[in-house]
């Protein structure tokens, strides 16, 4: 499953990406003592200009008044406190002005392109080494981007989610993906490696907690990850919900999405044949494992070029084009359907919804696209039903977001 969002506790983002000082962001983040802050990367959301910043303040802390919130400046800043009848909203801009913030409205796009300050590879088992890498502020907040897949690999795109300046960004590839060697490796490949793998990576950075950012599968290893190490966890941010049950893998491979994408399904369902289409995920299994690199191959093209067709509620090249890449469609498909063949390596269907209670107290973001084809919004509903207590965001962008 394959990356947009709305921040939670808005105001300490924009606040880390608009402050004219490092100083500023620090002095804000004492002033609202948000239980994330500030660890929520500014990602782009839609709100009208002028209620950005009332909005934003407005998830600093919900039990909190913005008159409150204005006059908690006011004490700390020796300004004088509004009153009632004042305008809030116009007088927190002379507030924000005095800490040095430069621009109060949320941001219309990802940050720009970056380059890894340093990278790595670290050898997490006798076999797997993998591929890491740093970005941003080497002194700033840390934050871990999972990808999706699993089997996709990072790109420098997702560094572009996180504002550089304020946070130091922690890609990785997971075992068998991207750069992380032996390439498309099944071998002493799970969910449960993948989380040990977490740990070690933590430990080889020296960083004692991380926020953690995970979307589609990256969701799924966010909250596994979460559900295991609690206590190294900050906050943690999901969008596109995947929760690796039936349900949804039977939606996705057995032919529901394909009533909304019948000619994207065609090639997918035709490549397998007729007496074997019971179960495509053990069809696939057959010829992604062959001895015949060939056939490998064909099946790997077929798998991910319909969930690349399927990705964008309208068809979008570059994610085409990526299921076109031999190396990228034989790690993508062998790896992801590995996985799901063996229902996540989780004990029951529903594991992560039925360990919610161990990371309840911990700040997180739901992050879903209403339209998503690929991990449709009734996994992100269930998700919030159960942990209400998350902050939970529907959009209508048109894509697995």
Same mark, same amino acid.
């Given at each position: 499953m394959?990356e947009?969002?709305?921040?939670?506790h808005g105001?300490?983002?924009?606040?880390?990406t608009h402050?004219?000082?490092?100083?500023?962001?620090?002095?804000?983040?004492?002033?609202?003592?948000?239980?994330?802050?500030p660890?929520?990367p500014?990602?782009p959301?839609?709100?009208?200009?002028?209620?950005t910043?009332v909005?934003a303040?407005?998830?600093?802390r919900?039990?909190?008044?913005l008159?409150?919130?204005?006059?908690?400046?006011?004490?700390?800043?020796?300004?004088?406190?509004?009153k009632?009848?004042?305008?809030v909203?116009?007088d927190l801009?002379?507030r924000?002005?005095k800490l040095?913030?430069k621009?109060?409205?949320?941001?219309s796009?990802?940050?720009?392109?970056?380059?890894?300050?340093?990278?790595?590879f670290l050898q997490v088992?006798?076999?797997?080494?993998l591929?890491w890498?740093?970005?941003?502020?080497?002194?700033?907040?840390?934050?871990?981007f999972?990808?999706?897949g699993?089997?996709?690999?990072?790109?420098g795109?997702?560094?572009?989610?996180f504002?550089?300046e304020f946070y130091r960004?922690?890609l990785?590839?997971q075992?068998?993906?991207?750069?992380s060697?032996?390439h498309?490796?099944?071998?002493?490949n799970?969910?449960w490696?993948l989380?040990s793998?977490?740990?070690?990576?933590r430990g080889?950075?020296?960083?004692?907690?991380?926020?953690v950012f995970g979307?589609?599968w990256g969701?799924t290893?966010?909250?596994?990850?979460?559900q295991s190490?609690?206590?190294?966890?900050?906050?943690?941010?999901?969008?596109?919900?995947?929760?690796l049950?039936?349900?949804?893998?039977?939606?996705?491979?057995?032919?529901?999405?394909?009533a909304?994408?019948?000619d994207?399904?065609?090639?997918y +369902?035709?490549?397998?044949?007729?007496?074997e289409?019971?179960d495509? /995920? *053990?069809?696939y299994? &057959?010829?992604?494992?062959? $001895?015949?690199?060939s056939?490998q191959?064909?099946?790997?093209k077929a798998?991910?070029?319909?969930?690349?067709a399927t990705?964008?509620?309208?068809p979008?090249d570059?994610?085409?084009?990526r299921?076109?890449?031999?190396k990228f469609?034989?790690?993508?498909?062998?790896?992801?359907?590995h996985?799901f +063949?063996n229902k996540?390596?989780?004990?029951t269907d529903?594991?992560l /919804? *039925?360990n919610?209670? &161990?990371i309840?107290?911990? $700040?997180a973001?739901?992050?879903?696209?209403?339209?998503?084809?690929?991990?449709p919004m009734?996994?992100?509903?269930?998700?919030h039903?159960?942990?209400?207590?998350a902050?939970f965001?529907?959009n209508?962008?048109p894509?697995?977001?």
């Amino acid at each position: 499953m394959s990356e947009f969002m709305a921040g939670h506790h808005g105001c300490l983002a924009l606040f880390s990406t608009h402050c004219g000082s490092s100083s500023a962001t620090t002095t804000v983040s004492r002033l609202f003592s948000s239980p994330l802050a500030p660890v929520v990367p500014c990602i782009p959301y839609t709100t009208p200009p002028r209620a950005t910043l009332v909005y934003a303040l407005a998830w600093t802390r919900p039990t909190t008044s913005l008159l409150g919130i204005c006059n908690r400046m006011s004490q700390s800043m020796n300004m004088r406190p509004l009153k009632e009848n004042q305008d809030v909203t116009g007088d927190l801009a002379a507030r924000f002005a005095k800490l040095g913030v430069k621009n109060s409205s949320a941001r219309s796009e990802i940050y720009p392109p970056i380059e890894p300050n340093r990278t790595g590879f670290l050898q997490v088992s006798d076999i797997h080494s993998l591929y890491w890498e740093e970005s941003g502020n080497p002194e700033g907040q840390p934050i871990l981007f999972l990808h999706g897949g699993p089997g996709s690999g990072t790109s420098g795109g997702n560094r572009r989610f996180f504002d550089p300046e304020f946070y130091r960004i922690i890609l990785f590839d997971q075992r068998g993906a991207g750069k992380s060697t032996p390439h498309a490796c099944l071998e002493d490949n799970t969910t449960w490696a993948l989380v040990s793998d977490i740990e070690k990576l933590r430990g080889h950075l020296k960083i004692e907690k991380w926020q953690v950012f995970g979307g589609s599968w990256g969701s799924t290893l966010a909250l596994t990850y979460t559900q295991s190490y609690p206590e190294r966890v900050t906050g943690v941010i999901m969008r596109g919900i995947f929760l690796l049950r039936k349900k949804e893998i039977d939606w996705f491979y057995q032919g529901g999405a394909a009533a909304i994408y019948p000619d994207a399904w065609e090639p997918y +369902r035709g490549h397998i044949p007729v007496e074997e289409r019971g179960d495509f /995920l *053990e069809a696939y299994s &057959k010829r992604l494992n062959s $001895p015949d690199e060939s056939v490998q191959l064909a099946a790997a093209k077929a798998w991910t070029n319909w969930e690349m067709a399927t990705s964008y509620l309208v068809p979008n090249d570059e994610s085409l084009k990526r299921g076109e890449n031999e190396k990228f469609a034989l790690a993508f498909a062998r790896v992801e359907n590995h996985y799901f +063949r063996n229902k996540g390596f989780f004990r029951t269907d529903s594991f992560l /919804l *039925e360990n919610i209670d &161990k990371i309840r107290h911990i $700040p997180a973001v739901i992050v879903q696209g209403r339209y998503d084809m690929v991990c449709p919004m009734v996994s992100a509903w269930d998700l919030h039903r159960a942990w209400p207590e998350a902050d939970f965001r529907v959009n209508t962008y048109p894509a697995n977001s």
